[in-house]
């Protein structure tokens, strides 16, 4: 029992030296954080922007956006003539999703 506890140990100090030292001899510009994990913020705006641009709303969306509309009653005369979307967004901005 003693001889396979220390077989065990052994098999795993050399699993972690032998994973440390592929891990260790890579350079630093293979760290996956100075490559571009994160985004500056005007990059990211951009990209969900973009994303928000390529897909229609869903009628639960439209719901939600006019019954923000409705408190307003110039947005509500608007939505009535010109359309929710330009309703909403000539009164609150653009749209949040």
């Not at 032998?18 to 985004?39: K, L, R, Y």
């Not at 409705?70 to 979307?85: F, K, P, R, S, V």
Request: aromatic share 6%.
């Amino acid at each position: 029992m003693k001889t396979l506890a220390i077989l065990v140990l052994c098999s795993l100090a050399v699993i972690c030296l032998t994973s440390d030292a592929s891990t260790g001899s890579q350079p630093a510009s293979d760290n996956p954080a100075q490559e571009g994990m994160f985004v500056e913020k005007d990059q990211a705006s951009t990209v969900v922007r973009q994303k928000r641009a390529a897909g229609e709303l869903t009628l639960t969306q439209l719901e939600s956006l006019r019954e923000v509309c409705e408190a307003n009653l110039g947005c509500e005369d608007m939505m009535d003539t010109q359309g929710i979307i330009a309703a909403y967004t000539a009164y609150y901005g653009p749209i949040p999703y």
